[in-house]
């Protein structure tokens, strides 16, 4: 199991960016699929979750609204619509699929100052 995110940066409050997790060596199509982030000195938190058809999603309270979890089984690819910034959203965001156990990728960072 391989997962890569890509997508992330320096942006301003109220700004946008968008997050991908490209994953292989497990059928993508078959696994709920979920993005995590953790501030500095903070616990990991769960940001979003998407099942593994697309057709149900889950979001944590402090993104409902802002953030949009999407996949593409045909690009073994999740992503992380990210709008309206704010310092808060200040992270590393790993995307993470369960398979038999926790699997991981190296996280994106993202940052969100003026």
């Known amino acids: 199991v391989h997962l890569v995110e890509s997508g992330g940066g320096l942006v301003q409050p109220g700004g946008s960016l968008r997050l991908s997790c490209a994953a292989s060596?497990?059928?993508?199509?078959?696994?709920?699929m979920r993005w995590y982030r953790q501030a500095p000195g903070k616990e990991r938190e769960l940001v979003a979750r998407?099942?593994?058809?697309?057709?149900?999603?889950d979001y944590a309270d402090s993104v409902k609204g802002r953030f949009t979890i999407s996949r593409d089984n045909a690009k073994n690819t999740v992503y992380l619509q990210m709008d309206s910034l704010t310092p808060e959203d200040t992270a590393v965001y790993s995307c993470?699929?369960?398979?038999?156990?926790?699997?991981w990728g190296q996280g994106t960072q993202v940052t969100v100052s003026s």
């Open positions: 060596g497990f059928t993508f199509s078959s696994y709920t």
């Open positions: 993470n699929v369960f398979r038999s156990r926790e699997y």
């Open positions: 998407i099942s593994s058809g697309g057709g149900s999603t």
